[in-house]
């Protein structure tokens, strides 16, 4: 009995952090229709992000190769849009944001470089300055994404923007893999900037105690506030409503004089953060960090959003939660269990699915987003 | 269409160079080439660089003592990412495109067992300095390895772990991916089997994609182990530790020799403190060739203690060189026969002789990680 109610806390501070990561997939597909493969990417990029700052391993200045990339880029980019349009002024000042934020982010970096130099090993101070790090990071790169890679495909058909979604989360994966950026080799994650990391709160004492880690607890809340923040900002707020009726359909959305372009990018910039938030997290809890440590997490978390009802962001929780229960159930209780434990959730899925095609929670509920 | 055939003359002006370039290592090239295939990123990155800096270090000496055959030696490594299919490839590329005449690595037994059929089937002499699974050199003429095989591992963990910390009821948990993982859990329990102790938990996990072991553990938890094996790879170790101490287990988790990099206590941390496991070496050993190879690499190395895998790798290369001098000739049949003919080879890891199965049989090492550090326990002659 309690050995069982062990592998439950276990399954739900797996799930927790499977939903969080949902969330932010979910968000994106219920605005625009596109899986956003590139999201368990930002992910990734966050952990190696905050990995840098609570390891006082940020470079003071960004590589050359860096600069490089990024003008060649602003040019190419310039250049296509001069000879494309023919109001060439006003297409532009698209790129200004790219411009301002590539201008901003010197400073950042070496902001961001200098204070990290500076942050003790394990502290409350350096766990959350690498996790703010990393949102402003995520957000940063999902605008990007998103403004770069899926905003001209727009109008195109569905497909399209998934193939770049693939493309993008392969560039994000491989990039990453060179040795002048992160390189192939997991590192250790300096987990003990959290305080007290190593702690367990007993929940019961005795011949076999049950113990819960502080991180799971901490996960599990953050996520809970996530989707309660997340479903005010949507069901509450005026941007919220906008962004229910870009999902609804955005070119009518646009009629009635909602920006969609800002809601979308406010969207990717939303469900990036929250990755980022989810991938510091992740890696607390595992802290083992290369660039592939997005990809399961990010199909699992994907699982989990579709089996919740795509779109549906407490689904998306319900669908984390469950898929880290079933997870750890199968390892724990059958045998050989743990060869499963990957086609478990798919095997879910496919049954869900088959009973229910909309998901657990999805189209019975009102707002879709 | 002119594009088109730009680019297949790009091509084949490409190749033609590619064909121009690659030199030969017969017995007329001005080098003896050797080829090296190791893990130098990915999951198991540490053992590629440990395994690399040993054959340098051996490679310095070697051609400060004038080379072989008068000629200088020189070592081409390929990077497998430690993937399997990888290592394949790489082994390929160092027979086909640089005409080595023998190839060192690899360290894991599951790269090393997919790269003994190509260098059988070009028959080049391959020799492996840390692969431990029997399967690496069985039914493979030309691959030979510098180290104990996991049937006398196993039994020297499961012999430790009964006979010296006097245990009974164990648990397993194992990687269900890795040849070296299946391989020594198997002997593991036979040995424990056969002399009266339990496995009263087995579990797996999958090696390079698990990172939550909590299922596995709390299992292990109820069964009440008095300790748990885990034949395993360093990365995954390194987050068991934290997590089983997380859930409140605190009996020693032992293991085998792929425990040995740095990051294990890195990532681990005092989680280990109070674990075993078996290694090639201890740095500590007082013995005159251990401490002067210590000495040599932390000086070529900036004062970096070496790892069994550096240790097992130098000594390759230097049996490799050793062989190449008895064979006379870079010829890869008379390497091979000089390989299988090594007979008390002084290495700094101890006397090496190649047995009928081109096997090593050379001592283990126990290991225990005593604050944070790992420290010589005891050591257990071959039978």
């Known amino acids: 009995m309690q050995e069982l109610l062990q592998q439950i806390i276990n399954g739900i ?48 200045t960004l590589p050359w190769w860096f600069h490089v990339i990024v003008i060649a880029g602003l040019l190419v980019a310039a250049t296509v849009k001069l000879l494309s349009t023919r109001s060439g002024k006003l297409t532009l000042r698209a790129m200004l944001p790219f411009v301002l934020m590539y201008i901003a982010l010197v400073p950042a970096n070496w902001l961001a470089s200098e204070i990290s130099q500076r942050l003790p090993d394990t502290s409350w101070l350096t766990a959350g300055m690498s996790l703010l790090v990393a949102i402003v990071a995520c957000g940063a790169l999902g605008f990007t994404i998103e403004r770069s890679a899926y905003k001209p495909l727009r109008n195109r058909p569905r497909i399209n923007s998934l193939i770049t979604a693939i493309g993008v989360s392969l560039l994000l994966e491989y990039g990453g893999q060179n040795p002048a950026v992160f390189g192939p080799t997991p590192r250790a994650y300096p987990a003990e900037m959290v305080p007290g990391i190593d702690r367990g709160i007993q929940l019961i004492g005795g011949a076999h105690p049950i113990a819960i880690n502080r991180v799971d607890v901490v996960v599990l809340a953050l996520t809970l506030l996530f989707m309660g923040v997340l479903m005010f900002i949507v069901l509450k707020t005026k941007t919220g409503l906008a962004l229910r009726a870009v999902s609804y359909r955005f070119d009518t959305a646009a009629l009635m004089g909602v920006n969609i372009d800002r809601i979308i990018s406010f969207t990717f910039v939303l469900g990036s953060c929250l990755a980022a938030v989810a991938g510091v997290l992740y890696a607390v809890k595992y802290p083992n960090v290369e660039p592939l440590m997005g990809l399961l997490p990010g199909i699992k978390a994907f699982v989990a959003a579709v089996f919740g009802g795509i779109g549906n962001i407490a689904g998306a929780v319900a669908g984390g939660l469950i898929l880290g229960l079933v997870e750890v159930l199968v390892v724990g209780y059958l045998p050989g269990g743990s060869q499963y434990r990957d086609a478990a959730a798919f095997v879910i899925l496919i049954v869900i699915l088959l009973v229910k095609p909309s998901g657990l929670l999805g189209k019975n509920v009102v707002e879709k987003v | 269409m002119r594009s088109l055939w730009a680019a297949v003359l790009v091509l084949s002006a490409g190749s033609l160079v590619g064909c121009y370039k690659s030199g030969g290592s017969g017995d007329n090239a001005s080098e003896v080439v050797i080829g090296h295939v190791a893990s130098l990123t990915g999951d198991t990155a540490t053992f590629g660089h440990s395994a690399d800096e040993g054959i340098r270090l051996a490679l310095d000496e070697i051609n400060a003592k004038g080379g072989l055959l008068g000629k200088k030696v020189n070592v081409i490594t390929e990077d497998d990412r430690s993937v399997s299919d990888e290592a394949k490839t790489a082994a390929n590329k160092l027979i086909t495109r640089d005409h080595v005449c023998a190839i060192l690595g690899e360290i894991a037994s599951s790269r090393s067992i997919a790269i003994a059929p190509v260098c059988d089937d070009a028959k080049v002499p391959m020799l492996s300095p840390g692969s431990t699974n029997p399967k690496v050199t069985q039914d493979h003429p030309y691959v030979f390895r510098n180290c104990f095989i996991d049937p006398f591992q196993g039994e020297c963990i499961a012999r430790f ?77 390194g987050l068991i530790g934290p997590q089983a101490r997380k859930l409140g287990i605190t009996v020693p988790l032992i293991g085998g020799d792929g425990w040995d990099a740095a990051e294990l206590l890195e990532a681990g941390k005092s989680s280990l403190n109070g674990c075993f496991f078996t290694n090639h070496y201890s740095p500590d050993e007082k013995r005159p060739e251990v401490q002067a190879f210590v000495e040599a690499y932390k000086r070529k190395y900036n004062g970096k203690i070496p790892d069994a895998m550096a240790i097992v790798s130098y000594d390759a290369m230097n049996i490799m060189a050793d062989a190449i001098k008895r064979a006379g000739t870079t010829n890869s049949q008379k390497i091979k026969d000089a390989l299988a003919a090594a007979k008390d080879f002084p290495g700094a890891s101890g006397l090496t002789t190649i047995d009928k199965d081109h096997n090593a049989r050379k001592a283990i090492v126990v290991i225990e990680i005593k604050d944070e550090k790992l420290t010589y326990r005891t050591k257990i002659e071959p039978t």
């Open chain 1, 13 to 60: 501070s797996l799930g927790s952090i499977y939903a969080l990561i949902a969330v932010g997939y979910t968000m994106v597909y219920g605005v625009l229709q596109l899986i956003n493969f590139a999201h368990g990417d930002v992910f990734m990029v966050g952990a190696i992000v905050s990995f840098y700052v609570a390891g006082h391993r940020l470079p003071r």
């Open chain 2, 161 to 237: 772990a009964m006979e010296v910390l006097k245990l009974k009821r164990f648990a397993m948990l194992y990687p269900v991916n890795s040849d070296y993982g299946v391989g020594l859990r198997g002997y593991i329990e036979t040995y424990v089997k056969q002399h009266g102790g339990q496995i009263v938990a087995d579990l797996g996990y999958t090696e390079k994609t698990d990172k939550d072991f909590s299922g596995q553990l709390t299992k292990i938890k109820g069964a009440d182990p008095e300790a748990i094996f885990i034949p395993g790879y360093y990365t995954e170790v």
